[in-house]
């Protein structure tokens, strides 16, 4: 088991007020300079949180997702005034190819840091923010989050178990393969539904969606958490004054532009570069003290 996220261990509203920031500002930019500090700063949190996971996702799922949309860009969409080379149907620009990376870019983004909302943002901590103001809703979400990876093992134990008995989908004729793919289909949904209404009936025993419940979760708002709304406030608010002021436009068509580069425009690059990579600095932050006190011992 890998040992637990710093920023893990912050509040669960600064998790998720982390989370919603980055998430929106990458789906509402096409400036490559935001997407590719975003990017960069998704992919080295979601290592940090994954492993070598991560780094098979990139190489094998993302990386072919940006070159796919910058293809499919540059063939269906002519705009653009650098012509790359010319099809029996349309021409190729660098324009629209240049877009579709973006895109692409934009879309990888949003799914890594959607990986890490995932293992940061737990059910326990959706129950505790949420379970009071909207139960219902916070139930489902806390459900939705645990059914893939329960849905996952529970198929697996399923297979193996219809395997012992001879009715393994890897075997057989087409017409037995599928015939114990719907066996087992069947045996997860009806397994699903129970467990659905088993969850349901445990959590109204327990008093859930009662006023002023309790929660066994009990998280402090500390010093530390104080620090970190301060920064990520700061960043925010320096990101949007950015955007307010039209500094992250760019045009894509006819051609590139994008505002003439000034020296504020590194203070404002930098205000988002410290909101993004803030989970990953923590990480460092506290690696380094923990050297530091482990050489003294």
């Known amino acids: 088991m890998m040992k637990r996220s710093v920023f893990d261990t912050y509040h669960p509203a600064i998790n998720f007020i982390f989370f919603c920031i980055v998430i929106i500002s990458?789906?509402?930019?096409m400036n490559p300079v935001l997407l590719g500090i975003s990017f960069i700063s998704a992919g080295t949190y979601a290592y940090m949180l994954n492993g070598k996971r991560t780094v098979r996702f990139i190489l094998f799922f993302i990386l072919p997702l940006i070159l796919f949309a910058?293809?499919?860009?540059?063939i269906v969409n002519?705009?653009?005034?650098?012509?790359i080379f010319y099809t029996e149907y349309?021409?190729?620009?660098m324009e629209a190819a240049l877009y579709g990376i973006c895109t692409g870019i934009m879309i990888s983004s949003m799914l890594l840091w959607f990986s890490c909302f995932t293992k940061i943002m737990t059910g326990d901590k959706f129950t505790y923010m949420f379970g009071k103001i909207m139960p219902s809703i916070s139930l489902i979400i806390t459900m939705v989050m645990r059914?893939?990876?329960?849905?996952?093992?529970?198929?697996?134990?399923?297979?193996?178990?219809?395997k012992g008995i001879g009715c393994d989908v890897t075997e057989g004729r087409a017409a037995e393969k599928v015939r114990h793919g719907i066996k087992i289909t069947s045996i997860m949904f009806s397994w699903s539904l129970e467990n659905s209404v088993d969850t349901a009936d445990s959590m109204r025993a327990r008093g859930y969606g009662a006023k002023k419940r309790s929660s066994f979760a009990i998280y402090d708002f500390d010093k530390r958490d104080a620090a970190a709304v301060f920064v990520i406030a700061l960043a925010t608010a320096v990101f949007i004054s950015g955007a307010i002021s039209g500094r992250y436009s760019v045009e894509f068509y006819p051609d590139i532009s994008m505002p003439e580069f000034m020296d504020t425009d590194i203070i404002l690059y930098a205000a988002y570069a410290l909101l993004c990579f803030f989970p990953a600095i923590v990480e460092f932050k506290e690696a380094i003290v923990w050297r530091y006190l482990r050489s003294k011992i």
């Open 26 to 29: 990458s789906i509402f930019t």
């Open 70 to 74: 910058a293809v499919i860009n540059a």
């Open 78 to 83: 002519p705009r653009g005034e650098t012509v």
């Open 90 to 93: 349309s021409r190729i620009t």
């Open 147 to 162: 059914f893939v990876p329960d849905f996952k093992g529970k198929i697996a134990e399923i297979s193996n178990a219809q």
